[in-house]
Every structure is written in C-alpha cells, then in structure tokens.
C-alpha cells in the first residue's frame, strides 16, 4: 500500500457526499420543533420541495429512511386483500413487493431480470378493474436501470388504480412530470440527489390518494399520513421531526436555487442534466476500458459496471477503499460481487467523476493481471462526453 494521502469520498448511491452549506446549517439546528422558527423552516423546505419535485399536490415529512415513506405508501393506501400491482426488477422492486405482503395485499408481479426493465405490455396484460394501486421504482437503483415511469402512468389513464413511484433516487436524476403524469405518490429520501444526511423521507401525494385514505383499512399509527397532512397545515410533524436533516434540506434546496440562478426548477433540472453527464463519461469510461455496463436502460443515479471476467466485483471495491478511500457500492442480494456501482446524484462534479474513473484504471490495472490496462483510455472517453456536453450547453446559451 503506497503511503500516500487518501480522502474518504463516497460514490455510493445513498448515502451521498454533503453538501458543506449543508453540514453547516445542521450544526447550527439546535432549534425546538414546537416554535416558530421551526415552523417557517419546515414550511419553507415543503415548499421547496414541490418545486424540486414539480408538484402541486401536498409534500409530507417523514422522520425515517426512505423505505418508511414506502411503507407508508402501503399502509396508507390499501386494505387487507386488496389486489395491487408491482412492477420488480431488483432489490427495491422486490422491497415493493414484501411491503405490500406484509400488509396483506394480494399482490400480482410484473418481473424482469436485473438490470432490465418491464416492456409495457406485460404491464397492461396484468391490469384489470381489481387493481387498487400499482408499485414501481423509477430508477432501480441495486441495478442502475431506469423504468419508464411516463409509459406506466399511460396506462392508467382512466383507471381508479394508484401509481405509486419510488423516486428515491430518481428526483434530481430523472424527468419526471409528476402532476402531467398523474403520479399519485412520489417519494424521496434525503440522502440521495439532495446532499443531506439519512433520517427524512418526503412524498408528495395526489388528491385522489387522500381519498383513497379515507376507506384504506390497513393500520398505521407512526406513519399515519393524514395525521402528518393535518399538522403540516401549520408547519409541525406529529412526532419529533429530524430537526438537522430539515435545516440541511434548507441550504441545499437553495443551493440547488442558485444552480438554476434563482429558480428552483431550473436547478432542479440542472441538476439532473449535472447527474446525466457524469452518468455518461462513467459509461465511456467503462466501455473504453472493455468493461461491460449491467443495466439495459442506464439511469443516471449510478452506473453498475461488470467486473473483468473471473473477479469478484468485492475486490475491484477493496481496491478502491485501499488504494483511494473511495467508497464504491458493491451489487446487492444476488447481485453481490457480480457487479459495482459508481453514483452521481447529487452533489458530484467533474473532478469527482474524472477522478474515480482515473482510479477504475488502476484497480483494474491492480485485478487484471496479467492482463494490459491502457492507462487514459477511458479518461480520454470521459473527457470528450464532458466536453461535447459543455459545447452543446454553450450553443444552447447562445441560441436562447
Ligand atoms: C435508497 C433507496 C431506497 C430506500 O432505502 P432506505 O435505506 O430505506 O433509505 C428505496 N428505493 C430506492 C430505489 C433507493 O435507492
């Protein structure tokens, strides 16, 4: 092991790098929930987290990781026996599907392989009048494929089922026209494309799913979202929110503001176009160095990356700790030591992104014994997708 200086950085889709402004209002929130300062924080950050989702419908804090909003989604929405629909094709597809078990939902499965999506097709062949609620990731993110969320909210024109999306990590990486599309609940998490620590889970829900509360009979008590709904009216939570994490969604939020140059949608899609960039010198780099991409229809989350024939994707990732201090995710479930995952939502730029596919090379220098790694070859590709990007930006710039 050289004795050289490493950072620890994170390239881990979830948890993610801080933003710094971020970690800087989180050690200043040592404010009470129950005052008015709190209470025009919160109302604040859900204000600006319909704009960052593109919504109209009501945003709602939750104290948890991503997978109680999930949960929320479930409980909230359906009945004992009710017949619901979920489209799985990884480890959170699959989490779709336990979730809705749990609270005794019948529940019909639209599957795919890993690292491929659904075609639309099976999707409709499995809906019918009985389907309550339908259960999708927009981005998978234990494979890097992105479903299409436009494709499945088309299907249900007209029709009384739910479309539920886990976007957790698809908002700030994905297009998503939430209201246009009638998405009927969208649920984020705060430590993926919003830079801040885990502990808030957010979700915005449509009318049509209050309504559906009002008849759901599935118990729910810490998650219950009408009773959430009723005390954000005034800027409160039922329970003790995440105080920190919310000051932290605050600066990020602006910062996301000012990458739009004061407005939030712009650098909402700024930010998407920023995780799309990085996305795409990842997938060159990889591809110049002969190494094969998992996912059939690549997010721009994270990339999943095949290791060289005959490794163990565990020891690509041991390198990387080694040598670089960088944390790069292994595959999960079945997936693990099959694949690795390299993130780019949220707070990633290009020194970043360039340099982890610089270090990719030398780990695979390191693994590919006996075999030649041509130093620079997926630099090179990396470098000509960011500086196309760039150029096509300013031609934009100029013609606008
Ligand atoms: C991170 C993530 C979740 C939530 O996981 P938690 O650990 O509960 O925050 C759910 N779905 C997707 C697609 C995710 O990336």
Redesign the pocket.
Known sequence: MPSMLRKTRLFT??PTPLLPAAQRAMAAADVHHRTAEYRALQQRVVADLKTFIGTRNDVILLA?????A?EAAVSNLTSPGDKVLVLSA???GE?WRDLARAFGCQVELVTAEYGQTFPLDQVRAKLSPEVRAVYM??????TGCRHDVAGVAKLLRGSDALLVV?????LGTTHLDVDGWGIDVI?G?S??AVMVP?GV?YLAVSERAWQRMESARNPRYYFDLRKERKVAAKGESAYTPAIPVVAGLAASLDYIREMGSGDLAAGREALVANAETMAEMTRAAAQAQRLALFAAEPCA?LTAILPPSGTDSGDIIKLFRQQFGAVVANGQGEMKGRIFRIAHLGYYDYVDTMGILAALEHVLAYVARPRHVEFGLGLKAAQEVYARAVAEKQAVAVTT
């Open positions: 889709p979830g948890s990781s991503g997978s109680g999930m990884g480890k959170f989490r990731q927009a981005t998978e993110s234990s886990d976007a957790i990590t698809g649920i998490g430590q993926k885990p889970a989350a």
